[in-house]
């Protein structure tokens, strides 16, 4: 297994109940498929640098992942159709 960053951006306006339903949605899409979160940084309402999908602002998380390349597959697809995902990153990590 690889070690993995994630990090999504949900909308700034959604509610704290709301919100917390949608984040542990997304882990569980990722844990279902045998995905590994070791670390969970929620780094709370920041502001863009420019708009993007009409929000001047989000809320980031920031997941560090153990995985294989294909346990990923289905996290991406669905959270590219979430619309209460404003952009998210995969990239792999090669850090501690």
């Known amino acids: 297994m690889k070690k ?3 990090m999504y951006i949900l ?6 109940a709301s919100r917390k339903k949608e984040v542990e949605k997304l882990h569980n899409i990722l844990t279902k498929n045998g995905v590994k979160i070791t670390k969970v940084d929620e780094w709370g309402v920041r502001d ?3 708009i993007i999908k009409d929000q001047k602002k989000g809320y980031y998380v920031v997941l ?12 991406s697809r669905l959270i590219r159709i979430n619309e ?13």
């Open 11 to 16: 909308r700034a306006d959604l509610e704290d």
């Open 4 to 6: 993995y960053e994630i």
């Open 84 to 96: 209460n995902v404003i952009r998210h990153l995969i990239t792999i990590s090669h850090g501690n």
């Open 48 to 50: 863009f640098a420019y």
């Open 64 to 75: 560090t992942v153990l995985a294989e390349a294909d346990q990923l597959n289905e996290f």
